[in-house]
């Protein structure tokens, strides 16, 4: 369950980008950006908004992810318009509808252990990615695990990837900066991305998708 959010925002996630930055571990360009804190929000609005994109999260890749990778002609001739959902590959049967991807299953393992440890922790997270299976995982997730298991540091994790994987699972940061916005919402958007995707590309586009968010 999705509760009101208690935070501690202790956690040294701003001094561990900072480091990163200055030593050229996370490949993303400093920008006054970063030293831009969040515009305040409505908290009562916001997390009842919260809640329910996190649920749109989850429908819409349910929906979407057995097509993803197809043209839209060739979708659209296959399926015509997608108002349902299909069976998945990787599914327990072929008659259950409406599974998620590794997508979802990573944006709430992302929510569910900040709910745990009540902020970021960039060892537990990377922890949580790799205890259970990942349904449908694609490839820099899996040399991320290779990582993982190699006994380097959670900073040496990412790999050079400009895929959509870190995106799809970004929207979960933004819960615990839900009541008080502070630079501390970009600090943990570029340690979550670069856990698995440490590429410019990928970073700078899960901030600007945390900001329009």
Known sequence: MIKEPDINHD???SAILNQLLESGSI???ASPFLDCPPVSLDFPLSFDRFKAMMLGLAIGDSLGNTSEGMLPGVRRKKFGEIKDYLPA???PSKIHLGYPSDDTQL???TLEQILTDGQLVMDNLAD???RDRIFGIGGTVRRFLNNYHSGISWKEYGVRSAGNGALMRIPSVIYPHLKSGS????ADTALA???THNDRSSTSACLSFVNML
């Not at 630079?183 to 970009?186: A, G």
């Open 11 to 13: 956690c040294g996630n």
């Open 27 to 29: 490949d993303v360009q």
């Open 89 to 91: 590959r990787h599914s």
């Open 107 to 109: 944006a709430f393992w």
């Open 128 to 130: 949580r990615f790799a």
């Open 183 to 186: 630079t501390d919402l970009w």
């Open 193 to 195: 991305a670069m856990l």
